[in-house]
C-alpha cells in the first residue's frame, strides 16, 4: 500500500507525540509509581483504609510533580527535533504547571464552571445510569471492593468513610485529569489539530474505564455494562478537553471529576450498606438535581455560548485539515487518532497500578 506525504506527515506527527512524549512520560510514571508500593506498608497495612488514602494522595502527587519534570527532561533531549514539527518553541513543563494557575480574576469562574460541568453533565448522567440500569451499582460495587486500595467503600462508620472518599476521590480525580487533559489532550494539541488531541485523550479515558470488562466480576454481568461506561467517559471527555483546551484552566474539570466521583462514591457505599438507591435518590439525587435545574436557568447565557463554540470546534475534526486534504486523508487522519488513542491506553496499563 502506497502512502501519500500527506499521509506520511499526519503519521509522523502523532507517532513522534507518542515516542517522543508520551511512552516516555508513562514509563517514567510507572518506575516513580513503583516507590510508594514499598513504602507505604511501612506505615499502612495493605487493605486498611489508611492504606487506599495514602495510596491515591501520594500517586496524584507523583504524577503532578512527575509529569512536567519529565516534559522538562524530554524537551531537553528531543529539542531540535520538536522544533521541527511543534508550530512555536514552548516550554512544555511551563505550558503544563500554568493550567493549574488559579488567579484572583478567574478563580470564581473555574469553580463557576467546575460545578455546572459537575451539576449539568456528571450528575444527570450517573442518576439517569443509576435510575434505568439497576443493576450498574452493584456491578460497580463488586468491581471495586475487592482492590485492596478501596476499603473505604465497606466501612460502616460514614464520618471515616466521607473523610477517605472525598481525599480519594479528589487525588482520582487530580491525577486523571492531569493526565487525560492536562498532558495528553493539552500538549497533543501543540503537535497536530486539536480536535484529534481531544479524540485521542478521550479515548484514552473512555477505554480505561471500559477496562473493567477484564474484571472476573464482569462474567457475571451483562457484558455491554462496561460498554455503557465507555460511551459516557468518551463523551465526558471530549467535553472536559474542550473546555480545558479553551480556557487552558483544569481545575473547573478537577472539581467536577472529583464531584462525580463522591457522589458515585456515595451510590456504592449506600448499596453495600444496604441502602435502596431509591432513598438515595430522595436525600442526595434530587436535591442536587434541582441545584442543577437553578444553575442552568441562572447562567443560561454561559452555557449557551459554550455549547455552541464546543459544537463548532466539534465540528472541525471532520473537515479538511488543509486544503490539499483529500476525503482519504480524513479518513486516514481518523483511523490513525483511534489506533494511538487505543496504544495509548495499553501503555496506560504501566501506570493503572
Known sequence: MVFSERKKEIAKVRFTFFLH?????????????????????????????????????????????????????TNLLFDSKKKIILDEDVSASFGHLKMFKMTKKNYKYQILYGFLLFFLVFLPLGFFTYLLVPKMIEY????????????????????????SVIIIQVSVAFAEETISRGFLAKRGSEYFLKMSAVMISSLYFGLGHFAYFLNPISQFYPSWFPIVWFIETFAVGIILALLVLRKKWIFPAIIAHALNNIVAAHSIWSFI????????ALYLYYPLLIIGIMLLVWNYAIIKEGLLTGFKVFKTYFRKDSKKDTKGDRIFRVFIDILLGGIIFLMGFLIAI
Open 21 to 73: 512524549e508520551v511512552a516516555i512520560v508513562f514509563i517514567f510514571l510507572f518506575i516513580l509509581l513503583i516507590i510508594p508500593m514499598f513504602l507505604i506498608p511501612l506505615i499502612a497495612e495493605e487493605g486498611s483504609n489508611l492504606y487506599g488514602v495514602l495510596f491515591y494522595l501520594i500517586r496524584a502527587v507523583i504524577i503532578f510533580l512527575g509529569i512536567p519534570l519529565i516534559l522538562y527532561l
Open 140 to 163: 460497580q460495587a463488586w468491581a471495586l471492593v475487592f482492590t485492596s486500595t478501596n476499603s473505604y467503600l465497606i466501612i460502616n462508620n460514614y464520618f471515616i468513610f466521607l473523610i
Open 273 to 280: 450498606q444496604g441502602i435502596d438507591f431509591q432513598i438515595v
